[in-house]
């Protein structure tokens, strides 16, 4: 029986430690941590998700301070905010919530957040440091994911990951990730050659590219760990699941596995930002 690498469940149990810990701030400093979230236009999705960030930033005593900017703000108005948000004592950290109107020089914005209060780890300076070995704020799909292998003993030293997508905050510093705790790592992406090649050498596969259901099966083989980061409206995540489950040897599935730690991280990493404050 494969094992189910539950998202859900850790995330939960990790949020009464972070409640206890936020109390603990509390006691001592006389403020809890806040989270800032900017949003800037109305897209649909984009709300919901800052609404789900802020949930559960209540759910553990924390505060968030929403910042709602116009769908017409320009690239220099949005670096005026963030500089606002670096300078204000009482923020721990800042999530600018992707994707931004088109107008906006995204990575320009990303990269202006402070490092110490980078805790959606978008940053190409936390981006660096965390692939060289020091001390940074994970991005935190891949770092929810990390800590999800950790908790269910799943071993990477040694293994063979290979990462379907290259986003700059998904699979890139997967690979990282994986390749800092000794994985032997390929990065392969929608229009690598020979794809399915690739995929079925993997101990490890992660599916990060996008599109659903891209990662067929049979592409996989059999005892392999399986995490896929994907989720979309036909509610199945990068991989065709179903068929793997019986001869993987660990899967996230889709709800419930990766979702829930990529927010729940990026409460951790606030709460830790604070305190190192």
């Given at each position: 029986m494969a094992i189910k690498l539950d998202g859900k469940s850790l995330s939960e149990?990790?949020?009464?430690?972070?409640?206890?810990?936020v109390l603990k701030i509390k006691n001592q400093k006389g403020f809890v941590p806040i989270l800032a979230t900017i949003l800037v236009g109305s897209d649909p999705a984009s709300g919901t998700y800052v609404k789900m960030k802020g949930n559960a930033?209540?759910?553990i005593g924390m505060k968030s301070l929403k910042v709602e900017l116009d769908e017409n703000t320009t690239t220099d108005e949005l670096l005026i905010k963030i500089d606002e948000l670096n300078s204000n004592p009482e923020v721990h950290g800042i999530l600018l919530q992707h994707p931004v109107p088109g107008q906006i020089n995204e990575r320009q914005c990303f990269d202006a957040i402070d490092?110490?209060?980078?805790v959606d780890g978008v940053t190409s300076l936390g981006f660096g440091k965390m692939a060289m070995g020091e001390p940074a704020f994970g991005s935190c799909t891949p770092q929810g994911i990390m800590r999800l292998l950790k908790e269910y003993d799943i071993e990477i030293s040694g293994k063979h990951a290979v990462v379907v997508g290259r986003s700059p905050i998904l699979g890139k510093p997967m690979a990282m990730m994986l390749l800092n705790k000794h994985a032997t790592v390929t990065i392969c992406h929608s229009r690598t050659k020979n794809l399915k090649e690739h995929v079925l050498k993997a101990d490890i596969v992660v599916g990060a590219v996008g599109i659903p259901k891209f990662i067929q099966s049979d592409w996989v083989k059999d005892g392999a760990v399986?995490?896929?980061a994907g989720?979309?409206?036909e509610k199945c995540g990068d991989i065709d699941l179903e068929p793997l489950i019986d001869r993987c040897y660990a899967y996230t599935p889709v709800p419930g596995g990766v979702g829930p730690m990529t927010i729940n991280t990026l409460i951790l990493q606030t709460v830790e930002a604070c305190e190192l404050s």
């Amino acid at each position: 029986m494969a094992i189910k690498l539950d998202g859900k469940s850790l995330s939960e149990s990790t949020e009464q430690e972070l409640s206890e810990r936020v109390l603990k701030i509390k006691n001592q400093k006389g403020f809890v941590p806040i989270l800032a979230t900017i949003l800037v236009g109305s897209d649909p999705a984009s709300g919901t998700y800052v609404k789900m960030k802020g949930n559960a930033c209540e759910r553990i005593g924390m505060k968030s301070l929403k910042v709602e900017l116009d769908e017409n703000t320009t690239t220099d108005e949005l670096l005026i905010k963030i500089d606002e948000l670096n300078s204000n004592p009482e923020v721990h950290g800042i999530l600018l919530q992707h994707p931004v109107p088109g107008q906006i020089n995204e990575r320009q914005c990303f990269d202006a957040i402070d490092t110490r209060k980078d805790v959606d780890g978008v940053t190409s300076l936390g981006f660096g440091k965390m692939a060289m070995g020091e001390p940074a704020f994970g991005s935190c799909t891949p770092q929810g994911i990390m800590r999800l292998l950790k908790e269910y003993d799943i071993e990477i030293s040694g293994k063979h990951a290979v990462v379907v997508g290259r986003s700059p905050i998904l699979g890139k510093p997967m690979a990282m990730m994986l390749l800092n705790k000794h994985a032997t790592v390929t990065i392969c992406h929608s229009r690598t050659k020979n794809l399915k090649e690739h995929v079925l050498k993997a101990d490890i596969v992660v599916g990060a590219v996008g599109i659903p259901k891209f990662i067929q099966s049979d592409w996989v083989k059999d005892g392999a760990v399986v995490i896929d980061a994907g989720f979309h409206p036909e509610k199945c995540g990068d991989i065709d699941l179903e068929p793997l489950i019986d001869r993987c040897y660990a899967y996230t599935p889709v709800p419930g596995g990766v979702g829930p730690m990529t927010i729940n991280t990026l409460i951790l990493q606030t709460v830790e930002a604070c305190e190192l404050s």
